[in-house]
């Protein structure tokens, strides 16, 4: 058999044909559906690698792209400190050049001078004309009664100059010609241009300014000349007084530091007088006069310094006159802009409308009156105006709250011609809960007392808790059930819950605690006058909607009897709260009902209710959605304000040297910020509970279904309510500050400022005085009168004192002695010495404002014109345009 080749040699293994067999036994016995899934399962594999290539691919692209763009600013951060380098490296160059021009300029002088004096000399008949011509001039001079300097002119000839000189006989060297420097602003080339000047005697700073300035085409107002020492030279004195013996006649044109109140050293020196003996000069000294001191006369000569003069003034206010100083120049209206104050109003305006679409005028009082008047108000009868119906507030024990419960309440909500009912229409469920206090176990009746000892020496005593704890490790609150009600309630031949209105979902013996009520009726928890107090307790309820309202009256009456027969409300209880809520058809607003009864252990009963209007739903009417835009209205310029003009406060301040810090701090930034956070707070809080919540009529059918208790919903509209009070109150003081334009509002501005300054210091007396009076009175009436008897209480009532509001009769009854020390202390304090200071501090900051303010009717920065005004109105595009197309007529 012949041989296969090499190359087949492999293909015809005995061992790879073995494995070739088996691989094709195993495909023979695999299963085509295990086939079919590890198909599909291989191709989702390759797929899923696919697509993670794919986001590598992307994201590496996405990677790219970034990393072009750092390498971008990069480049551009390089760029431009390139550019700030070199243009450092341009001014010191510039100012090396400058320096050496002056140097070339100087040797160039100087030289040509040596060669004027030097060839002057070449010829014996020159020298001695001008020996001559010099004679002469001196003789001249000295006829003059002056002297003489020989100086070198440009045509080579000695020349007399006169040397003036002063009453001691000393000679002034007269400057006839000196040199003016300007930089331009904004000379991309930087450099320094020279101008020289010829003056006289008698020219002075004014005018050299305004020639130099209307040479180089610069505002006059904005630019001062100094000295190569940097001193600013006055616009009053003589251009010969500027320099002193040798200095150099240049004076540098400079553009004005507005912000600059401190004078440097050299400046204060520089405007020194010169001492006439000396040559030198010396601070100004003045007299009693007021005059200044002759500079050989002395103080121990019998005058006195200005200093002194001022503190020998003895009339009120006139030291304070004299030392007063100008007001810095304020930048507010840099940052009033018209299209703010537009803002501002048109958001003013639309808040208005808002509030009147939501709640026309009177329309929430009147809702919630009707309900106070046929609950809370006692109802009188007969010429006599004897008492018919009890009212809640008149409550002070037991028997007046039962009477309340079994005569007032069913009269009004549950008699269909009451006064209630005419105009408005209960809504669900009464609700009738209470809280108790457990009681100590039988064989530690004093476990809850603070003196055990003391109580057991008293047969019969025992204590109870004095107020509800709900949580914690040893909780007050009583959870047990009412035995004795219960027999008495489910004892009776006909069933109650269920039958005539009753509601069947809680029992008056039984406890329900805070998460079930929570959850079947929505019930809140209140804060009274004592503690605040959870959502559980022992409940029964009454359907208000009942069709048999006669019915539902004597199960009502029944029941509250019943309940007062088996000692329902006892020492142990602690509250007892109604709640219900009712609805005007005709003013469209709902009144949720809630009355506390506050038990403390003392024998003593608070009361205290909440009739509150609100609406379930606020995206129902016509009016609710007129006032929704204009909420959308209100959004976006709100929104206005949060990007572009709060941050323009930022940029005002920095721009003036301050902190953008302050733009928080400010009355402004605080306006802005309140209305900025309110507007957002309330616009969601709205958004979500009163447009996003359910329907009207859907909240009707499931308050008719159990109990609702609407507490919670009608606080949430009230607290809506308030912010965008406290909004409308920000935009108020916002819009007066636009105001400040006006110069009379501006200077009342600043008054007021002033005056919060120095409030703040006298707070730091007022506030621990007043508090420590507070304090007093809490402990001589706490005991025995109310609005005393807690310290937030008292604090009020004090501060009604403070307004002459006083009940000296009550308070002198409980405590004749200490009630005269205390009165007569307050008001001299208060009354005669705080209140007065605060009156001085406003008049004195007034004082101060109006004396230190420029009121110039010719000054345009205080008081406009109608260019300025323009100016202000329309955009700098519109000025020129109008100024072009007046140029043209």
């Known amino acids: ?74 480049e551009q951060r390089e760029a431009n400190i390139r550019i700030e380098q070199e243009k450092a490296k341009k001014e010191r160059d510039s100012r090396t050049r400058e320096k050496q021009e002056k140097l070339r300029a100087q040797n160039q002088q100087i030289q040509s001078m040596v060669e004027e004096i030097l060839y002057s000399r070449s010829s014996g008949d020159d020298k001695n004309r001008r020996r001559l011509e010099y004679l002469s001039g001196k003789e001249k001079a000295a006829a003059a009664g002056g002297d003489v300097l020989a100086i070198a002119d440009k045509g080579g000839e000695l020349q007399a100059v006169d040397k003036s ?18 930089q331009p602003p904004g000379d991309p080339a930087n450099l320094r241009y020279h101008l020289s000047y010829r003056v006289d005697a008698t020219t002075t700073i004014k005018q050299l300014r305004g020639d130099a300035c209307k040479y180089w085409g610069v505002p006059e107002q904005d630019y001062v000349l100094k000295t190569m020492a940097n001193s600013k030279v006055q616009d009053e004195i003589l251009v010969n007084n500027c320099f002193r013996q040798g200095e150099i006649a240049v004076l540098r044109l400079s553009r004005r530091d507005q912000r600059n109140t401190v004078v440097s050293e050299a400046e204060e020196k520089a405007i020194m007088p010169i001492d006439p003996k000396t040559g030198t000069r010396k601070p100004k000294r003045y007299g009693a006069e007021g005059g200044p001191i002759a500079a050989g006369d002395d103080e121990d000569q019998g005058g006195e310094s200005y200093e002194q003069a001022l503190n020998g003034i003895s009339a009120y206010g006139m030291n304070q006159i004299v030392r007063l100083r ?68 008149d409550i002070r024990d037991e028997n007046d709250l039962w009477n309340w419960l079994g005569t007032r309440i069913p009269e009004a909500l549950m ?13 669900g469920y009464l609700q009738l809960r209470q809280q108790r206090a457990r009681v100590p176990p039988a064989e530690d009746v004093v476990k809850f007392c603070a003196r055990k000892s003391v109580v057991l020496k008293m047969p019969g005593a025992e204590c109870l808790d004095s107020s509800l704890v709900y949580e914690g490790a040893e909780p007050t609150q009583d959870n047990s059930d009412l035995d004795t009600l219960r027999t008495a309630w489910e004892d009776l031949s006909e069933p109650r819950h269920g039958v005539d209105g009753r509601g069947d979902t809680y029992r008056p013996w039984q406890f329900a605690p805070a998460n079930t009520t929570k959850e079947l009726s929505k019930t809140a928890a209140l804060r009274g006058s004592i503690q605040q107090y959870d959502e559980s ?27 007062n027969e088996q000692k329902w409300i006892d020492r142990q209880s602690r509250m007892i709260v109604l709640s219900f809520a009712t609805y005007n058809p005709i003013f469209d607003f709902w009144c949720s009902c809630t009355f506390l009864v506050e038990m403390p252990p003392s024998g003593v009963f608070f009361t205290k209710y909440w009739v509150q209007p609100f609406r379930p739903n606020m995206d129902e009417t016509n009016a609710e959605t007129s006032s929704n835009y204009f909420d959308y209205l209100r959004f976006a310029i709100v929104l206005y304000i949060f990007l572009f003009v709060f941050p323009a406060h930022i940029v005002h301040k920095t721009n003036n040297h301050k902190a953008g810090l302050w733009a928080f701090v400010n009355l402004t930034g605080i306006c802005d910020m309140i209305i900025i956070v309110f507007f957002y707070v309330a616009f969601a809080y709205r958004w979500a509970l009163f447009k996003l919540n359910k329907k009207t009529l859907d909240v009707v059918n499931e308050a008719q279904t159990r109990f609702y208790d609407f507490y919670d919903l ?41 005056a919060l300054q120095q409030y703040m210091y006298f707070a730091l007396l007022f506030i621990p005085l007043f508090l420590g009076f507070c304090f007093t009175a809490h402990t001589i009436w706490g005991r025995r009168l109310f609005g005393f008897d807690t310290f937030w209480g008292t604090i009020i009532a004090t501060l009604m004192m403070i307004n002459g509001n006083v009940d000296l009769e009550r308070m002198s009854n409980d405590d004749g002695v200490w009630t005269v020390i205390f009165v007569v202390l307050f008001f001299f304090i208060f009354s005669f010495f705080l209140m007065n200071a605060f009156t001085a501090i406003m008049i004195e900051s007034m004082y101060k404002v109006f004396m230190s303010s420029g009121n110039d009717p010719k000054d345009q920065n205080v008081y406009w014109n109608r260019d300025r005004w323009m100016r202000w109105m329309c955009p700098q595009l519109c000025m020129n345009l109008a100024k072009a197309c007046r140029g043209r007529n």
């Open 415 to 427: 008699t269909a011609d009451s006064d209630l009912r005419k105009f408005n229409l209960p809504i």
């Open 714 to 754: 009608s606080q949430q509209y009230w607290t809506i309510q308030i912010l965008e009070g406290v909004m409308f109150v920000a935009l108020c003081i916002r819009m007066l500050a636009f105001a400040r334009l006006n110069r009379s509002i501006f200077q009342l501005w600043r008054v007021l400022g002033a």
């Open 165 to 182: 000189k002063d009453h001691s006989g000393k000679s002034i060297l007269v400057t006839d010609t000196l040199v003016i420097t300007f």
């Open 1 to 74: 058999m012949t041989a296969l080749p090499a190359i087949f040699a492999d293909a015809y293994d005995p061992a790879n044909a073995k494995d070739a067999i088996e691989d094709e036994e195993k495909v023979d016995s695999l299963d085509l559906n295990i086939c079919k899934s590890n198909i599909r399962h291989w191709s989702q594999q390759r797929r899923e690698k696919k697509e993670y290539a794919d986001r590598l691919e992307a994201k590496l692209q996405y990677l790219s792209k970034e990393l072009a763009r750092k390498r971008e600013q990069v």
């Open 326 to 393: 100008d007001t810095k120049p304020s930048e507010h209206v840099s940052k009033i802009k018209l299209s703010d104050s537009v803002a501002f109003a048109v958001l003013m305006i639309l808040s208005v409308f808002g509030l009147l679409y939501r709640s026309p005028p009177s329309t929430e009082y009147y809702s919630a009156e009707g309900v106070r008047q046929a609950v809370v108000h006692p109802v009188y009868q007969g010429p006599d105006a004897i008492p018919r119906y009890q009212g809640f507030l």
């Open 537 to 563: 307790g022992y409940i029964v309820e009454y359907n208000l909607n009942e069709v048999d309202l006669g019915a539902l009256e004597v199960a009502f009456r029944r029941d509250m009897l019943l309940l």
